[in-house]
């Protein structure tokens, strides 16, 4: 198994990239060293409605990818309006931001990198990873260039919840399932976002269960005692059965969201894991 990379200082300046609607705002994070030619763009989670590039699960990670010596764009896309834990959305068009508006912020902050930068790995977290595979997707099927690489960490890729495993089960009772994503849970946070009842089912809403050649290397991470486990497994053997380099690591001991608590080492494995798939690259 490669190395990480050797660590560097970091510059961290904001800026924007334009947008279909409107400017993007971005943070970029510049090894002070040499960068290596292929950057990454990096999109935090949050729900589809929370999150900014403050957060940890944004920051904390940028500086840590940089630190390895690669240049990283953090990318601030539109949110949708919040939604309720408890009651079921509204039957119908949802007003405001809906998809496909956040995933839309995403494939021109995509064509953008790439124009300043060449080849680009795109990743994310939770939210943010179904956005960077979505986008992804959209690429393959139009023909655009896509990114040269796809970083998934904990996300929720399909429009409802796979079933759970008995082993994953086991992961989450007591305690752990104090926390967890319940499929009612993911399916009011998913039609939320989708806005429509049809776009549930849109591929580039949620890319998992469609047809997914055409993707590139990819590396899914997924927390232990997390149910979304169930999804980002499910993406993983939905990818390798289509023909995808798929890399698939799970946390051990960690919970949904690690990306945004840097000061518990299974911040320090998520970035090792991503640190050595860069690497191999």
């Not at 989670?45 to 699960?57: I, R, S």
């Not at 840590?64 to 539109?78: E, F, H, N, Q």
């Not at 997707?137 to 929720?156: D, E, I, K, S």
Request: proline share 9%.
């Amino acid at each position: 198994m490669a190395a990480p990379e050797v660590a560097a200082p970091v510059r961290v300046s904001n800026d924007s990239l334009p947008g279909r609607h409107g400017p993007i705002p971005i943070r970029r994070y510049m090894p002070s060293a040499h960068a290596h030619p292929v950057a990454v763009v990096w999109l935090h989670g949050g729900a589809f409605c929370f999150g900014d590039l403050d957060m940890p699960e944004s920051d904390a990670v940028a500086r840590a990818i940089a630190s390895l010596g690669r240049t990283v764009l953090a990318v601030d896309y539109r949110r949708v309006p919040r939604w309720s834990y408890w009651r079921a959305p509204a039957p119908g068009q949802l007003p405001g931001i809906r998809f496909p508006i956040p995933v839309e912020d995403v494939v021109d902050a995509l064509e953008a990198a790439r124009a300043e930068y060449g080849p680009v790995v795109l990743g994310g977290a939770s939210a943010g990873a179904c956005l960077a595979a979505a986008t992804t997707l959209h690429c393959a099927r139009h023909a655009f260039p896509g990114p040269a690489g796809l970083v998934l960490a904990y996300g929720t890729l399909h429009a409802e919840l796979p079933p759970i495993s008995e082993e994953l089960r086991d992961r989450i009772r007591g305690f752990h399932g104090l926390a967890q994503f319940r499929p009612s849970t993911v399916l009011r946070m998913n039609r939320n976002y989708a806005g429509r009842p049809e776009a549930m089912q849109d591929e580039f809403a949620f890319p998992g269960g469609h047809d997914l050649h055409g993707m590139p290397r990819t590396l899914v991470i997924d927390a232990d005692r997390d149910s979304l486990r169930a999804s980002g497994g499910r993406f993983a053997a939905e990818l390798r059965d289509a023909g995808v380099e798929t890399t698939y690591r799970i946390i051990a001991g960690s919970a949904h969201g690690f990306f945004n608590q840097p000061s518990k080492p299974e911040f320090d494995r998520g970035i090792g894991e991503v640190g050595r798939w860069l690497a191999a690259a």
